[in-house]
């Protein structure tokens, strides 16, 4: 089992810059696919990105294509998201999990594990 531990929120400006980091811990984390979500108040859970166990394939929701990028390192069992030109839209709190079932990478039904979740605030 892959536990998590989400970092790197907080609040910046509109147009600004932030990386978060998941921390994963147990020895089979390089099996799963991991997936970044967020949920906004209000609003249900969305992935907003996803990767493939080697990093080769990638998944990004439409509204944040060509500004985030997600990366992982099997060798420390970390995942990070890069969040580039913030908009308040994006405001919410981002989660990442491991992926454990079959499916879409859009779809948080195949995602488990998730984490306690980092605060980004994106002000106007």
């Known amino acids: 089992q892959v536990r998590v531990e989400e970092s790197g929120g907080g609040l910046v400006q509109a147009g600004e810059s932030l990386s978060l980091s998941c921390a994963a811990s147990?020895?089979?984390?390089?099996?799963?696919?991991m997936g970044w979500s967020r949920q906004a108040p209000g609003k249900e859970r969305e992935v907003v990105a996803a990767?493939?166990?080697?990093?080769?394939?990638?998944y990004y929701r439409d509204s944040v294509k060509g500004r985030f990028t997600i990366s992982r390192d099997n060798a420390k069992n970390t995942v990070t998201l890069q969040m580039n030109r913030l908009k308040p839209e994006d405001t919410a709190i981002y989660y990442c999990?491991?992926?454990?079932?079959?499916?879409?990478?859009?779809?948080?039904?195949?995602?488990?594990?998730w984490g306690q979740g980092t605060q980004v605030t994106v002000s106007s």
């Open positions: 990767i493939n166990w080697s990093g080769a394939n990638t």
């Open positions: 147990g020895h089979t984390f390089s099996a799963y696919a």
């Open positions: 999990a491991p992926k454990v079932a079959s499916g879409p990478y859009s779809e948080t039904d195949y995602y488990d594990h």
